[in-house]
Nanobody, 114 residues
Framework: QVQLVESGGDLVQAGGSLRLSCAVS????????MAWYRQAPGKQREKVAH???????NYADSVKGRFAISRDNAKNLMYLQMNSLKPEDTAVYYC????????WGRGTQVTVAS
């Protein structure tokens, strides 16, 4: 069974940076497009970025130019480098497969203080 474990969230000041990690067990990451999502309090979960098996990336307009998604296929890991963080980036961040989602992990909390 595939398991997703997110980590790296923290409390940071506005303008700061964080690097989130997503560890995938039980599956071959390299053949699947994957994505980062986030859910802020009282809001629906939204897709932040995705990366295809060939490494092509796509970002939500709200994070374009500030966030960078990457993957390490050999280690079954995916990352989200977040720079110039804003208070509106505060949310629980999740990773999952883009086209065929599996059960969600616990996510990792990112809190950006103004």
């Amino acid at each position: 069974q595939v398991q997703l474990v997110e980590s790296g969230g923290d409390l940071v000041q506005a303008g700061g940076s964080l690097r989130l990690s997503c560890a995938v067990s039980g599956s071959i990451v390299s053949f699947n497009a994957m994505a980062w999502y986030r859910q802020a309090p009282g809001k629906q979960r939204e897709k932040v970025a995705h990366i295809t098996s060939s490494g092509a990336t796509n970002y939500a307009d709200s994070v374009k130019g500030r966030f960078a998604i990457s993957r390490d296929n050999a280690k079954n890991l995916m990352y989200l480098q977040m720079n110039s963080l804003k208070p509106e980036d505060t949310a629980v961040y999740y990773c999952n497969f883009l086209s065929s989602p599996v059960p969600w992990g616990r996510g990792t909390q990112v809190t950006v203080a103004s």
